[in-house]
């Protein structure tokens, strides 16, 4: 479904990804993984077409995308979960929904999304009057997950979904991503520095170090590798 080819973006004169390539299969949970720092949310970033790489070649279901702006490649159903969720805290649990179902087929399936969303995160219907800001961070998170389902994605891109989260609230949000792969039947591409969690998800992933990929491989691979042990697992 998606094909990232020789890559390279940055910001300014300062260049963060160089010669990154990897892919995402059709119906699959591809997980990036490294430090903080490492260019994961900037290959996000470049995916979701928020940031124009220097070089390099994008392509989604067959198609280039690699200079298309952001909102034509939410209509094709590439949707971001961005990393430290960015709700507007004055805003409803409802009101957030309704923006994400911003694009004209979003709309016209706004109540099968949303009886979805409601079936996922049954906290979101009960508190949908609420303000977002006065959320827990675990329901916030839920709702940044459910926002971007609201836009009736094929694509859908996590930037560490863990992230600040308690040991409980991560494996709550994984038994979701889990579901979103299962069940819904999503492609999903996720960053993450919970190698543990991520690694047990996932069907294939590639390892980010300083802008550059260094490992990838199916997950029993990344696992077993020393340099995974040594470098994220502490073995």
Not at 186 to 198: D, G, K, P, S, Y
């Amino acid at each position: 479904m998606l094909e990232v080819s020789d890559i390279e973006a940055g910001y300014g004169e300062m260049q963060v990804l160089w010669d990154v390539s990897l892919r995402a299969e059709k119906g699959a949970l591809t997980v990036l993984l490294g430090s903080n720092g490492a260019g994961k949310t900037t290959t996000l970033r470049t995916i979701s077409g928020v940031l124009t790489p220097w070089r390099g070649r994008i392509v989604y279901d067959s198609t280039e995308i690699t200079r298309l702006p952001a909102y034509k490649r939410v209509e094709m159903g590439i949707v971001m979960v961005p990393e430290g969720r960015r709700l507007w805290p004055h805003l409803t649990v409802y009101e957030h929904l309704e923006l994400g179902a911003s694009t004209k087929g979003a709309r016209n399936r706004f109540r099968e999304n949303l009886e979805l969303v409601y079936n996922l995160f049954p906290i979101l219907k009960e508190r949908r009057l609420q303000l977002a800001g006065t959320l827990s961070g675990g329901e916030q998170q839920m709702l940044a997950i459910a926002r971007a389902l609201m836009s009736s994605p094929h694509l859908l891109l996590m930037d560490e979904p863990s992230l600040g989260l308690a040991p409980k609230l991560v494996i709550d949000v994984f038994r979701v991503i889990e579901r979103l792969k299962e069940e819904v039947g999503l492609t999903i591409f996720l960053t993450e520095q919970n190698v543990h969690m991520a690694l047990r998800v996932a069907d294939y992933g590639y390892v980010m170090e300083q802008g550059r990929i260094v490992l990838e491989g199916a997950h029993e691979e990344l696992e077993g590798s020393e340099r995974i042990k040594k470098a994220y697992l502490g073995v």
